[in-house]
């Protein structure tokens, strides 16, 4: 089944605990994105990626890392997390980023993370 | 850069009445749209897309909208709604032209009441 996998669902993590939010998908996509969801403010791109081993900022990307070492990977790495960070998650890709390609997007199940 | 905005947060309907979510964009270049649905825990699902042609666009469960260029709008719409439609409901937009990010918007909560 196609699909966008993350781990873990749910996490509660104190103040300055490192921690890493995986993301898989099996697809064979070449775009994927992280976006946090809070209330009121709908969907924030983090960080997104084009390819292997290229990554860019998205719209908030202060407090958090990306890494893109095999195509089908995306982790999203809190160094030092914040209450602030408090958030629920949601990694996503698509085939492509370029005109032509199926242009849809697949998401995650989300990860509900609350930072103590 | 693209941006897109609904005009209504949430939305309260009684069950079998029609509905409207608005979803207004700006751009100074073609653009893809892009209706996502989120039931409650879950993430989100494309519900219907506009790349290029006839401006109605049919999606799942019923649901259609309209690509209005000169209004830059793409409003969803059902013509009856169902308690299993509560959901919230996001308007996305990308350039058609180059690569594609997409920009969501805020969300809007639908609310079907018996």
């Known amino acids: 089944e196609a699909q966008v996998t993350q781990n873990p669902r749910y996490l509660i993590t104190v103040t300055g605990k490192k921690l890493t939010v995986t993301c898989s998908q099996n697809m064979n996509h070449e775009y994927m994105s992280w976006y946090r969801q809070d209330p009121g403010l709908g969907l924030r791109q983090i960080y997104y990626s084009m390819n292997v081993e290229v990554t860019d900022k998205g719209d908030v990307p202060e407090g958090y890392k990306v890494s893109r070492k095999e195509k089908r990977n995306f982790p999203l790495i809190l160094e030092s997390p914040s209450p602030n960070q408090t958030s629920l998650y949601f990694c996503?890709?698509?085939?492509?980023?370029?005109?032509?390609?199926?242009?849809?997007?697949?998401f995650g199940q989300g990860t509900r993370l609350t930072v103590v | 850069a693209q941006s897109v905005t609904q005009l209504d947060s949430q939305v309260p309907v009684f069950e079998e009445a029609p509905v409207e979510l608005r979803c207004n964009y700006s751009?100074?270049?073609?653009?893809?749209l892009f209706w996502y649905v989120q039931y409650p825990n879950q993430g989100l699902q494309l519900l219907l897309k506009?790349?290029?042609?006839?401006?109605l666009v049919k999606g799942i469960n019923g649901f259609e909208a309209e690509f209005n260029k000169s209004q830059t709008s793409f409003h969803l719409r059902k013509p009856s709604v169902h308690i299993s439609d509560t959901a919230e409901y996001f308007c996305a937009v990308s350039l058609s032209g180059g690569s594609y990010i997409p920009t969501f918007g805020r969300g809007t909560s639908l609310i079907v009441h018996p």
């Open positions: 751009s100074s270049v073609s653009v893809y």
């Open positions: 996503a890709s698509s085939l492509s980023v370029y005109r032509g390609l199926n242009t849809e997007a697949f």
């Open positions: 506009y790349l290029s042609g006839s401006t």
